[in-house]
Protein backbone atom coordinates (compact mmCIF):
# COMPACT_ATOMS: atom_id res chain seq x y z
CA UNK A 1 0.00 0.00 0.00
CA UNK A 2 1.03 3.40 -0.73
CA UNK A 3 1.23 5.51 2.72
CA UNK A 4 0.27 9.04 2.96
CA UNK A 5 1.50 11.31 5.11
CA UNK A 6 0.36 15.21 5.91
CA UNK A 7 1.81 18.03 7.61
CA UNK A 8 1.28 20.30 9.78
CA UNK A 9 -1.42 17.49 10.83
CA UNK A 10 -2.91 21.11 12.76
CA UNK A 11 -2.79 25.02 12.08
CA UNK A 12 -4.14 28.08 13.48
CA UNK A 13 -4.64 30.84 11.32
CA UNK A 14 -6.11 33.99 10.85
CA UNK A 15 -8.66 35.75 8.34
CA UNK A 16 -5.99 36.70 5.21
CA UNK A 17 -3.28 34.02 5.92
CA UNK A 18 -1.60 32.10 3.12
CA UNK A 19 -1.83 28.39 4.34
CA UNK A 20 0.25 25.90 2.60
CA UNK A 21 -0.34 21.96 3.56
CA UNK A 22 2.40 19.25 2.64
CA UNK A 23 1.32 15.89 1.33
CA UNK A 24 3.92 12.72 1.00
CA UNK A 25 3.79 9.66 -0.74
CA UNK A 26 5.98 6.48 0.28
CA UNK A 27 6.75 6.46 -3.08
CA UNK A 28 6.02 8.41 -6.64
CA UNK A 29 2.37 8.53 -7.77
CA UNK A 30 3.52 10.69 -10.44
CA UNK A 31 0.33 13.52 -10.61
CA UNK A 32 -2.31 11.50 -9.12
CA UNK A 33 -2.87 13.05 -6.25
CA UNK A 34 -6.36 14.64 -5.04
CA UNK A 35 -7.40 17.12 -2.04
CA UNK A 36 -10.35 16.99 -0.42
CA UNK A 37 -11.98 19.25 1.90
CA UNK A 38 -14.19 18.26 5.04
CA UNK A 39 -16.27 20.32 7.87
CA UNK A 40 -17.57 18.67 10.66
CA UNK A 41 -20.43 16.64 10.07
CA UNK A 42 -20.35 16.93 6.13
CA UNK A 43 -19.19 14.93 3.31
CA UNK A 44 -15.76 15.59 1.81
CA UNK A 45 -15.92 17.30 -1.14
CA UNK A 46 -12.81 17.34 -3.72
CA UNK A 47 -10.97 21.16 -4.31
CA UNK A 48 -7.88 19.94 -6.44
CA UNK A 49 -7.54 16.36 -8.69
CA UNK A 50 -4.27 15.22 -10.24
CA UNK A 51 -2.15 17.32 -8.27
CA UNK A 52 -3.04 20.99 -9.94
CA UNK A 53 -6.43 20.70 -11.25
CA UNK A 54 -9.00 22.47 -10.09
CA UNK A 55 -11.99 21.36 -9.73
CA UNK A 56 -15.05 23.21 -11.20
CA UNK A 57 -17.01 25.66 -8.80
CA UNK A 58 -14.26 25.64 -6.19
CA UNK A 59 -12.66 29.33 -5.32
CA UNK A 60 -9.36 30.33 -7.27
CA UNK A 61 -7.62 31.14 -4.09
CA UNK A 62 -6.96 26.91 -3.60
CA UNK A 63 -4.25 25.95 -5.50
CA UNK A 64 -2.27 22.20 -5.88
CA UNK A 65 1.21 21.28 -6.97
CA UNK A 66 3.79 18.80 -6.80
CA UNK A 67 4.39 15.54 -8.61
CA UNK A 68 6.47 12.36 -7.54
CA UNK A 69 6.29 12.09 -4.02
CA UNK A 70 5.64 15.73 -2.41
CA UNK A 71 2.86 18.06 -2.80
CA UNK A 72 1.45 21.07 -1.61
CA UNK A 73 -2.15 22.52 -1.30
CA UNK A 74 -1.89 26.70 -0.73
CA UNK A 75 -4.78 28.35 0.16
CA UNK A 76 -3.49 32.14 -1.14
CA UNK A 77 -6.37 34.01 1.41
CA UNK A 78 -7.98 32.14 3.88
CA UNK A 79 -11.71 32.98 4.44
CA UNK A 80 -14.03 31.91 6.97
CA UNK A 81 -15.15 29.28 5.10
CA UNK A 82 -12.26 27.72 5.05
CA UNK A 83 -11.89 26.41 8.35
CA UNK A 84 -12.50 22.50 7.66
CA UNK A 85 -9.79 19.29 7.28
CA UNK A 86 -7.90 18.69 4.37
CA UNK A 87 -7.22 14.74 2.73
CA UNK A 88 -4.85 14.93 0.48
CA UNK A 89 -5.69 10.73 -1.75
CA UNK A 90 -3.19 9.48 -3.91
CA UNK A 91 -5.15 7.51 -6.75
CA UNK A 92 -1.90 5.97 -8.55
CA UNK A 93 -2.73 2.49 -7.10
CA UNK A 94 -5.16 0.30 -5.41
CA UNK A 95 -6.01 0.22 -2.42
CA UNK A 96 -6.98 3.85 -2.55
CA UNK A 97 -5.32 5.63 0.31
CA UNK A 98 -5.94 8.66 2.32
CA UNK A 99 -3.41 10.98 4.41
CA UNK A 100 -4.46 11.61 7.80
CA UNK A 101 -5.59 15.01 7.57
CA UNK A 102 -4.39 18.51 8.00
CA UNK A 103 -7.66 20.55 10.41
CA UNK A 104 -7.26 24.39 9.95
CA UNK A 105 -9.14 26.25 12.80
CA UNK A 106 -9.41 30.05 13.41
CA UNK A 107 -6.17 31.38 14.86
CA UNK B 1 -26.23 16.44 -11.56
CA UNK B 2 -25.93 12.57 -10.33
CA UNK B 3 -26.61 11.71 -6.42
CA UNK B 4 -25.98 9.00 -4.89
CA UNK B 5 -27.53 8.11 -1.27
CA UNK B 6 -26.55 4.98 1.53
CA UNK B 7 -29.38 3.45 2.88
CA UNK B 8 -29.44 0.27 5.19
CA UNK B 9 -29.48 -0.54 9.19
CA UNK B 10 -27.84 1.97 11.03
CA UNK B 11 -27.04 -0.50 13.95
CA UNK B 12 -25.65 -4.17 13.23
CA UNK B 13 -24.49 -6.60 16.38
CA UNK B 14 -21.12 -7.68 16.73
CA UNK B 15 -20.30 -10.81 14.33
CA UNK B 16 -23.17 -9.83 12.37
CA UNK B 17 -23.36 -8.85 8.47
CA UNK B 18 -23.11 -4.95 7.68
CA UNK B 19 -25.32 -4.12 4.15
CA UNK B 20 -25.61 -1.35 2.63
CA UNK B 21 -26.85 -0.42 -0.66
CA UNK B 22 -26.38 3.17 -2.77
CA UNK B 23 -28.55 4.12 -5.47
CA UNK B 24 -27.46 6.35 -7.81
CA UNK B 25 -29.71 8.82 -8.80
CA UNK B 26 -29.83 11.67 -12.26
CA UNK B 27 -27.19 9.25 -14.12
CA UNK B 28 -26.49 5.95 -15.22
CA UNK B 29 -24.07 3.02 -13.14
CA UNK B 30 -22.67 2.24 -16.35
CA UNK B 31 -19.27 3.23 -16.90
CA UNK B 32 -17.33 4.80 -13.59
CA UNK B 33 -15.85 2.98 -10.69
CA UNK B 34 -17.87 2.75 -7.79
CA UNK B 35 -16.22 2.80 -4.51
CA UNK B 36 -17.37 2.76 -0.56
CA UNK B 37 -15.18 4.95 1.68
CA UNK B 38 -15.66 4.86 5.63
CA UNK B 39 -15.18 7.06 8.14
CA UNK B 40 -14.71 5.83 12.16
CA UNK B 41 -15.97 8.70 14.27
CA UNK B 42 -13.42 11.51 14.55
CA UNK B 43 -10.99 9.91 12.62
CA UNK B 44 -10.16 9.83 9.00
CA UNK B 45 -11.00 8.34 5.98
CA UNK B 46 -10.35 4.77 4.83
CA UNK B 47 -11.46 3.52 1.12
CA UNK B 48 -12.87 0.23 1.59
CA UNK B 49 -13.02 -1.15 -2.07
CA UNK B 50 -14.37 -0.30 -5.56
CA UNK B 51 -16.81 -2.61 -8.44
CA UNK B 52 -16.90 -1.09 -11.95
CA UNK B 53 -20.34 -1.26 -13.44
CA UNK B 54 -19.06 -4.71 -15.62
CA UNK B 55 -19.40 -6.38 -11.74
CA UNK B 56 -15.05 -6.42 -11.20
CA UNK B 57 -13.96 -5.37 -8.29
CA UNK B 58 -11.03 -4.58 -6.10
CA UNK B 59 -10.66 -4.23 -2.19
CA UNK B 60 -9.09 -2.79 0.13
CA UNK B 61 -6.55 -5.64 1.34
CA UNK B 62 -7.16 -4.79 5.04
CA UNK B 63 -10.77 -5.83 4.71
CA UNK B 64 -10.91 -8.09 1.79
CA UNK B 65 -11.56 -11.21 3.63
CA UNK B 66 -14.84 -10.50 4.79
CA UNK B 67 -15.62 -8.15 2.40
CA UNK B 68 -18.59 -8.13 -0.83
CA UNK B 69 -19.75 -5.45 -3.12
CA UNK B 70 -21.68 -6.23 -5.80
CA UNK B 71 -23.89 -3.99 -8.57
CA UNK B 72 -27.29 -3.83 -9.62
CA UNK B 73 -27.18 -1.88 -13.05
CA UNK B 74 -31.14 -2.64 -13.51
CA UNK B 75 -31.91 -0.55 -10.64
CA UNK B 76 -28.48 1.60 -10.78
CA UNK B 77 -27.30 0.52 -7.23
CA UNK B 78 -24.22 -0.73 -5.44
CA UNK B 79 -23.96 -2.75 -2.36
CA UNK B 80 -21.82 -3.44 0.29
CA UNK B 81 -21.43 -6.07 2.59
CA UNK B 82 -19.16 -6.23 5.55
CA UNK B 83 -19.31 -9.65 7.52
CA UNK B 84 -17.86 -10.26 11.00
CA UNK B 85 -17.93 -6.98 12.28
CA UNK B 86 -16.88 -5.74 15.03
CA UNK B 87 -16.95 -2.40 17.16
CA UNK B 88 -14.07 -1.59 14.82
CA UNK B 89 -16.05 -1.24 12.04
CA UNK B 90 -18.85 1.60 13.41
CA UNK B 91 -17.96 4.23 11.27
CA UNK B 92 -19.68 6.96 8.65
CA UNK B 93 -19.93 4.91 5.09
CA UNK B 94 -19.97 6.99 1.97
CA UNK B 95 -20.60 5.69 -1.40
CA UNK B 96 -18.79 7.38 -3.92
CA UNK B 97 -18.41 7.55 -7.89
CA UNK B 98 -14.68 7.76 -8.81
CA UNK B 99 -14.18 9.86 -12.32
CA UNK B 100 -10.54 10.78 -13.93
CA UNK B 101 -9.39 9.13 -11.08
CA UNK B 102 -10.83 11.76 -8.05
CA UNK B 103 -13.88 11.15 -5.76
CA UNK B 104 -16.04 13.91 -7.68
CA UNK B 105 -19.56 12.66 -6.61
CA UNK B 106 -20.34 11.27 -2.89
CA UNK B 107 -23.21 10.63 -0.85
CA UNK B 108 -24.57 11.98 2.55
CA UNK B 109 -22.74 9.14 4.22
CA UNK B 110 -24.72 6.72 6.84
CA UNK B 111 -24.13 6.19 10.26
CA UNK B 112 -23.38 2.44 10.99
CA UNK B 113 -22.98 1.29 14.96
CA UNK B 114 -21.67 -2.07 15.76
CA UNK B 115 -23.11 -2.35 19.38
CA UNK B 116 -25.16 -5.68 21.20
Known amino acids: DIQMTQSPSSLSASVGDRVTITCRAS??????LNWYQQKPGKVPKVLIYAASSLQSGVPSRFSGSGSGTDFTLTISSLQPDDFATYYCQQSYSTPRTFGPGTKVDIK | QVQLQESGPGLVKPSETLSLTCTVSGGSISSYYWSWIRQPPGKGLEWIGYIYYSGSTIYNPSLKSRLTISVDTSRNQFSLRLSSVTAADTAVYYCAREAQYYFDCWGQGTLVTVSS
Open chain 1, 27 to 32: QSISSY
